[in-house]
T-cell receptor, first 116, second 109 residues
C-alpha cells in the first residue's frame, strides 16, 4: 500500500517552455502533498506544501509564479515549471501524506528535468 | 534555528553492523523518520520513532532519545544493496519535516 506515482520520470525541454509534472497517490487519499527538488549529492529541499482544494504554501525563496502547484483532488497534485531555464534542471520529487496516518510521507519515484 | 546533523559518509563491510547517528535541534518534536535513498531514486520510508527507545524491523532498527535530541539507525548483516544514502528527518511542531543532509553509506565486500 501507500504507492505514489509520478509522471513523467524524465523530461527534456527547451529553455522558455513549460513542463507539467503529475503526482498521484494510487491506493490512498492524500490530503497533503509535498514537492521537493534535489540537486546532485544534496539533500531534499522542500519547495511547497499543497493541501487539497486550497492554495499551496511555498517555502521561502521559491517563486510561486514560476512553480505552479495545483492539488485538485485527494489523489492528484501537479507542479508546472513555467518558462523553464537551465538552472531549473533538477530532480523533482513529490510525496504524499496518508490521511489519518502518523504523518509519514510516501515518495513518488521522482522526475528528472533537464532544460536545454 | 532548526538543525539536523548526521555524518556525511560512512563505510562498512558486507555482513557487518553499522550505526548511523542523527542529532537534532528543532522547534517542537512530533517524531523522527529514517528514509533510504538509492542514487537517482526517491527516498523510501524505513522507520518512525516518536517515543524513546528502540524500534526493530528486520535487519534495521532505529533508536530515539528525545531528551538528548538523538537517534540512530542500526543496520545489521549488511548487504551490498544497502549501499545508499540514509536520511534523518524530524517533524517539528508544525508537522513539517526538517531534513538532514543524509549519510552516504558505502558497503565494501
Amino acid at each position: 500500500g501507500a504507492v505514489v506515482s509520478q509522471h513523467p520520470s524524465r523530461v527534456i525541454c527547451k529553455s522558455g517552455t513549460s513542463v507539467k509534472i503529475e503526482c498521484r497517490s494510487l491506493d490512498f487519499q492524500a490530503t497533503t502533498m509535498f514537492w521537493y527538488r534535489q540537486f546532485p549529492k544534496q539533500s531534499l529541499m522542500l519547495m511547497a506544501t499543497s493541501n487539497e482544494g486550497s492554495k499551496a504554501t511555498y517555502e521561502q525563496g521559491v517563486e510561486k509564479d514560476k512553480f505552479l502547484i495545483n492539488h485538485a483532488s485527494l489523489t492528484l497534485s501537479t507542479l508546472t515549471v513555467t518558462s523553464a531555464h537551465p538552472e531549473d534542471s533538477s530532480f523533482y520529487i513529490c510525496s504524499a501524506r496518508v490521511a489519518g496516518g502518523f504523518y509519514e510521507q510516501y515518495f513518488g519515484p521522482g522526475t528528472r528535468l533537464t532544460v536545454t | 534555528g532548526q538543525n539536523i546533523d548526521q555524518p556525511t559518509e560512512m563505510t562498512a563491510t558486507e555482513g557487518a553492523i553499522v550505526q548511523i547517528n542523527c542529532t537534532y535541534q528543532t522547534s517542537g518534536f512530533n517524531g523522527l523518520f529514517w528514509y533510504q535513498q538509492h542514487a537517482g531514486e526517491a527516498p523510501t520510508f524505513l522507520s518512525y520513532n516518536v517515543l524513546d527507545g528502540l524500534e526493530e524491523k528486520g535487519r534495521f532498527s532505529s533508536f530515539l532519545s528525545r531528551s538528548k535530541g538523538y537517534s540512530y539507525l542500526l543496520l545489521k548483516e549488511l548487504q551490498m544493496k544497502d549501499s545508499a544514502s540514509y536520511l534523518c528527518a524530524v517533524m517539528d511542531s508544525n508537522y513539517q519535516l526538517i531534513w538532514g543532509a543524509g549519510t552516504k553509506l558505502i558497503i565494501k565486500p
